[in-house]
């Protein structure tokens, strides 16, 4: 195993000092670290970025890179590695201060960022080769997500003009609406990778459902009853829309069904919207 004995120790006195020293030291090995939030993951891989460079396992920092999630958790690794590796550049002598001078002339070239920026890198570095345009940009997250809301806009205007499919109807026969499917619609397109969709039937075993189901039987039951006493004309009114369209809902669902964790809580999660209730004086 390729060990560096200039790498710093882990602070005295932590009860995974010795797992901190493997990710410091041993630089030969592929390590993965599990940690909570706060509990030094950054420190330890900025550490381990320094000792292949102190030791001269990286000869070149072009060839070094670090891969997070966010933009923010990238800047702040890009500034503690610089001042870190300051650090040791002073604090070394012989070929160890050769190896971090030479790494801290060109730290700028050290890639540092996320995932997205990698790829994007990757891709303007071998445009041909991927098959896209060399002037592609890439998108934030805000701009992302407008235009997967645009998306769901367009597609739905076009289904209220022309819907040969009749999805219109069937979402009306199951006391639904179009507008139900969009959070389904933002929610699959994060995850376009995924073949099966939806996911299978996951077992569980949730305390109170039966009790919870019987409540709400009780309930559906109730605005049955009250059905022929609504008003045609509701105006702003969204809780008379709701109550007509709830028991349609769970009238399309077996018992069966209903037994299934997943489909209870999807089922369960209609009676929780925030509706209008508009009283009107005579």
Known sequence: MGRVDGAPAAPAGLPDAGQRELVRKELDRNIMVEAAAGTGKTTCMI?????????GRCEDIRTLAAV???????????????????????????DREENLGRALAGVEQCFIGTIHSFCARLLRERPVEAGVDIAFEDIDEAADARLRSEAW??????????DP????????????????????????????????????????????????LREMEEYVAHMRALAPLLPDDTGNDTLIDEYRRLPRVLAHCTPEQLQQPARFMEVLSRFNR?????????
């Open 68 to 94: 997070t999630f966010t933009r923010k958790a990238s800047a702040e690794l890009r500034s503690g590695f610089q001042v870190r590796l300051e650090k040791a550049a002073r604090d070394s002598s012989g």
């Open 165 to 212: 499919g009749g999805i219109l109807d069937g979402l009306e026969r199951y006391g639904m609406h179009l507008g139900d499917l969009e959070g389904a619609f933002i929610r699959f397109a994060e995850y376009p990778d995924v073949d099966e969709w939806p996911l299978g039937e996951v077992e569980a075993d949730l305390p109170g459902v039966s009790e919870a």
């Open 153 to 162: 806009a367009e597609y739905t205007s076009g289904l209220y003009v022309r």
């Open 274 to 282: 925030g509706v209008t209730l508009v009283q009107k004086v005579w």
């Open 47 to 55: 550490d381990r970025m320094v000792a292949l460079l102190d030791c």
